[in-house]
């Protein structure tokens, strides 16, 4: 299992090493809503730990997508910083934002499920932007989520994924941070502007 702490992209905890066999999602994350410092942003990807601070940017990109989702659907099914499960090996994302089904109900643990799941945004920050592009997409993608955006701030870029097909998005489009997103075809339904999205 390992620990990293994304105050600062040099200051990783690495913490000894379990097997795998004696952690499920639900030990982990039981013990990190004992320890965990506050403010921090926490996933799970493939048994290791992710905690990030929210930083200003990452803030206003994940708040200016949430309101602009807010247009077109009730608050009960934009989620932020949730805890979702998905496949793969010890996956138990927060995502930045998570739009579920309008037919989504929590289950026996008080969590939704990725069927229930139509859209993911995530904003990358510096030490864990390679989940965002690698496992984390692989997992969206073998979940069949529609749509996966990824907000870019050292870029500014976002990259669109959509058409999932086995265990892999079908489809990609970059756009650099100003230029509308069309999401009218896709389960979302309108366009997302990204010309107030900040660069870092």
């Not at 200051?11 to 639900?26: K, N, Q």
């Not at 994302?93 to 799941?117: K, M, N, P, Y």
């Not at 859209?119 to 749509?147: H, L, M, Q």
Request: with cysteine; proline share 4%.
């Amino acid at each position: 299992m390992t620990v990293v702490d994304d105050r600062n992209t040099d200051d990783r905890i690495e913490m000894a090493e379990h097997r795998d066999s004696e952690h499920t999602l639900d030990t982990l994350f039981a013990w990190l809503e004992r320890t965990a410092p506050e403010g921090f942003r926490i996933d799970i990807v493939q048994g290791g730990i992710f905690m990030t601070p929210q930083r200003r940017v990452h803030w206003d990109i994940t708040a200016n997508i949430f309101e602009q989702l807010r247009t077109g659907f009730a608050r009960n099914r934009i989620l932020s910083d949730v805890r979702i499960d998905y496949p793969g090996h010890l996956n138990g994302f927060c995502s930045d934002i998570t739009l579920v089904s309008a037919a989504a109900v929590e289950h026996g643990t008080r969590r939704f499920v990725h069927d229930d799941v139509e859209f993911v945004a995530e904003v990358v920050s510096k030490g864990t932007g390679a989940n965002d592009y690698g496992p984390k997409r692989t997992a969206y993608a073998k979940a069949e989520i529609p749509v996966y955006l990824i907000a870019d701030p050292y870029q500014g870029k976002c990259h669109l994924y959509t058409e999932p097909k086995e265990g892999d998005y079908t489809s990609e489009l970059q756009v650099s941070f100003g230029t509308d997103i069309d999401l009218t075809r896709t389960v979302v339904g309108l366009v997302l502007t990204t010309d107030e999205f900040p660069r870092d």
